[in-house]
């Protein structure tokens, strides 16, 4: 375990480097992840940050993405994977688990786990992942203003980012009514929005950005509209795209395939090619230097 003062460097750094990104218009690309291995994964591939995706960590606890885990697991989750990798993490924290006070609480849990920042969406609470297809409902926009005013006066660090997530389009709402309350929410103290969107195409975020103005950083999730790509985003002047599911999903296809191989062939041979060594494996857990570490 890294120590106390290394922890608070990197920290640091972390949330730095973020806002630094989004001063400077670099695409942050960001992968999700639930756990250490996951986040190594994604840095070891090359992406700019790691998002500590509640729908991956609910699903790794075998829950669905509806609030049913508690501020406690996901900042337990998030603090392992700050901890595995050297990029920015940023938390995706639901509503903020409840209230105005909760937000707060969840504010300085994050902080204190190391958290780049914190992305608050404008759901009621118990929250429904924003895919499944009743039950998506929105605060009013000036209590979620309030909630962000909260949490944003018990942020410790500087240079913490706290992001605010409008669910209108998820909810049926018009391009006005996401574009209001993303002003708002900036006007709130959030130093960025994320807009997201489950239409097939792009046209939602593409409308969005057109009429923004750039007035501060824009995340996106193109989980179902798959064809936007980097560049396609980058264009449009979006700040941050998360792959937020995308590695839990080839993770699911990927075992099930394996371990119906070994039922169906009785052995793992025919398996062995396809899959990571164990020298693999020890490299990404860092087995080599824990070894060395004990002088072996």
Same mark, same amino acid.
């Given at each position: 375990?890294? %120590?106390?003062?290394?922890?608070?460097?990197?920290?640091?750094?972390?949330?730095?480097?973020?806002?630094?990104?989004?001063? !400077?218009?670099?695409?942050?690309?960001?992968?999700? #992840?639930?756990?250490?291995?996951?986040?190594?994964?994604?840095?070891?591939?090359? =992406?700019?940050?790691?998002?500590?995706?509640?729908?991956?960590?609910?699903?790794?606890?075998?829950?669905? +993405?509806?609030?049913?885990?508690?501020?406690?697991?996901?900042?337990?989750?998030?603090?392992?994977?700050?901890?595995?990798? &050297?990029?920015?993490?940023? /938390?995706?924290? +639901?509503?903020?688990?409840?209230?105005?006070?909760?937000?707060?609480? !969840?504010?300085?849990?994050?902080?204190? /786990?190391?958290?780049?920042?914190?992305?608050?969406?404008?759901?009621?609470?118990?929250?429904?992942?924003?895919?499944?297809? %009743?039950?998506?409902?929105?605060?009013?926009?000036?209590? =979620?203003?309030?909630?962000?005013?909260?949490?944003?006066?018990?942020?410790?660090?500087?240079?913490?980012?706290?992001?605010?997530? $409008?669910? #209108?389009?998820?909810?049926?709402?018009?391009?006005?009514? /996401?574009?209001?309350?993303?002003?708002?929410?900036? +006007?709130?103290?959030?130093?960025?929005?994320?807009?997201?969107?489950? +239409? %097939?195409?792009?046209?939602?975020?593409?409308? =969005?950005?057109?009429?923004?103005?750039?007035? #501060?950083?824009?995340?996106?999730?193109? $989980?179902?509209? $798959?064809?936007?790509?980097?560049?396609?985003?980058?264009?449009?002047?979006? %700040?941050?795209?998360?792959?937020?599911?995308?590695?839990?999903?080839?993770?699911?296809?990927?075992?099930?395939?394996?371990?119906?191989?070994?039922?169906?062939?009785?052995?793992?041979?025919?398996?062995?090619?396809?899959?990571?060594?164990? &020298?693999?494996?020890?490299?990404?857990?860092?087995?080599?230097?824990?070894?060395?570490? /004990?002088?072996?």
């Amino acid at each position: 375990m890294t %120590s106390a003062p290394h922890d608070a460097r990197r920290t640091a750094r972390g949330a730095s480097a973020l806002r630094e990104a989004f001063v !400077t218009g670099k695409l942050v690309r960001t992968a999700g #992840a639930h756990d250490g291995l996951s986040a190594r994964l994604a840095q070891e591939a090359g =992406f700019d940050a790691v998002w500590a995706s509640g729908l991956e960590i609910s699903a790794a606890h075998g829950l669905p +993405d509806v609030s049913l885990l508690g501020l406690a697991e996901y900042v337990a989750a998030a603090l392992i994977i700050r901890r595995s990798v &050297d990029i920015p993490v940023v /938390a995706d924290c +639901d509503t903020g688990f409840g209230g105005n006070l909760n937000a707060a609480y !969840t504010m300085t849990r994050y902080e204190e /786990a190391g958290a780049a920042g914190i992305c608050i969406e404008d759901k009621l609470f118990p929250k429904r992942n924003s895919f499944v297809n %009743s039950g998506q409902k929105l605060l009013e926009t000036d209590e =979620f203003c309030r909630k962000l005013e909260v949490a944003k006066r018990a942020q410790a660090h500087l240079d913490t980012v706290l992001v605010a997530r $409008t669910e #209108a389009f998820i909810c049926g709402m018009g391009l006005q009514e /996401a574009l209001t309350r993303c002003h708002r929410y900036v +006007d709130a103290g959030a130093d960025a929005v994320l807009v997201h969107s489950k +239409d %097939s195409t792009c046209k939602q975020i593409v409308s =969005f950005m057109r009429s923004w103005g750039r007035r #501060a950083p824009v995340v996106i999730v193109p $989980t179902t509209y $798959t064809a936007f790509s980097m560049d396609e985003a980058r264009e449009a002047g979006v %700040s941050m795209i998360i792959y937020a599911n995308q590695g839990m999903r080839t993770a699911i296809a990927a075992m099930r395939r394996a371990w119906a191989t070994v039922l169906a062939e009785g052995s793992t041979e025919s398996l062995e090619m396809q899959i990571a060594s164990i &020298d693999d494996l020890f490299a990404i857990s860092g087995m080599h230097e824990w070894l060395e570490r /004990a002088g072996e």
